[in-house]
């Protein structure tokens, strides 16, 4: 039979994938790191024994958490990606060619650097000039900062637990609009509203206390337990559902999932979302 390796959801649901071999396994002054190589997933980064992207599906989270915002943003040549590691947020948006400048702030060096070695599929962009990679504290960053405000700022944390947990404070969050442009947007990973649903409406209401529009969208994540995963679109100004054409065309023939329909269906909530959000 093998090896497995399982992620269990609050002692009561587990998800287990077999295992060819372990490829790395470090411990950073922040959390235990991991790649396996799997028979189902290819190989997968796993951080404090949970799963964080694989090769088999990571281009239904990070295109999701990319494009929505970069294509309706009123400018996008200057982006910060917060977290992100394994290099699968940086990648898409620096296909875009607007984006002059992308800042990736990063608390372990370690994270980036097993992604570099063993899943180099995954993060495509580290050598584009465009890019500018810091391992510092992201709280500290958007607190006391003095750089040039972006015009996109996308959160690609882990669960909150862990190192994770702080950068789903409403602190942080008032922090991240601290260095938006006026009429920026961000966008997030929100969590599961099936596995998650409290984590989930929490963070609803934390964003929208701090921005005027605040939209979360759904998609399948098939790594991530439930299947199903949120992302959600923050603005003060603009809107979801109207992205610039131009810029869906420069990236669309080059992607895997995203795509013009797909822009627009993902923002149609089921009603047991709708409902706990009480919209």
């Known amino acids: 039979m093998g090896l497995w390796y399982d992620e269990t959801f609050d002692d009561h649901t587990r998800l287990g994938l077999r295992v060819k071999e372990t490829?790395?396994?470090?411990q950073?002054?922040?959390?235990?790191?991991?790649?396996?190589?799997?028979?189902?997933?290819?190989?997968?980064?796993?951080?404090?024994?949970?799963?964080?992207?694989?090769?088999?599906?990571?281009?239904?989270?990070?295109?999701?958490?990319?494009?929505?915002?970069?294509?309706?943003?009123p400018s996008i040549e200057r982006v910060l990606v917060i977290?992100?590691?394994?290099g699968g947020t940086v990648r898409e948006v620096l296909r875009h060619p607007e984006v002059k400048r992308c800042v990736m702030i990063e608390i372990d060096e370690l994270v980036v650097e097993a992604s570099k070695r063993y899943l180099p599929g995954i993060g495509t962009a580290w050598d584009d000039p465009r890019l500018d990679l810091?391992?510092?504290?992201?709280?500290e960053y958007v607190e006391t900062s003095r750089d040039d405000r972006y015009d996109v700022v996308l959160l690609d944390g882990t669960d909150p637990v862990g190192p994770g947990a702080v950068l789903f404070d409403e602190s942080f969050y008032r922090g991240c609009k601290r260095m938006l442009t006026d009429g920026g947007v961000m966008a997030l990973q929100s969590e599961s509203p099936l596995l998650m649903m409290d984590i989930f409406v929490e963070t609803q209401r934390k964003l929208r206390s701090l921005f005027s529009e605040v939209h979360p969208y759904l998609g399948p994540v098939p790594l991530y337990g439930t299947g199903t995963w949120s992302w959600t679109w923050c603005s003060d100004t603009g809107e979801p559902l109207r992205p610039k054409r131009q810029r869906q065309t420069a990236i669309v023939e080059g992607s895997k999932a995203y795509n013009e329909e797909l822009h627009q269906a993902v923002f149609?909530?089921?009603?047991?979302?709708?409902?706990?959000?009480?919209?």
Do not use: C, W
């Open 83 to 86: 977290g992100g590691g394994d």
């Open 23 to 26: 490829l790395f396994s470090g």
């Open 28 to 73: 950073s002054a922040y959390q235990k790191v991991e790649v396996i190589d799997t028979v189902g997933f290819g190989r997968v980064l796993v951080l404090d024994n949970i799963f964080m992207t694989s090769e088999y599906d990571e281009f239904l989270y990070h295109e999701m958490l990319a494009h929505p915002a970069l294509t309706t943003a």
């Open 268 to 279: 149609a909530l089921p009603n047991y979302v709708k409902r706990a959000l009480k919209l």
């Open 134 to 139: 810091r391992f510092i504290d992201a709280i």
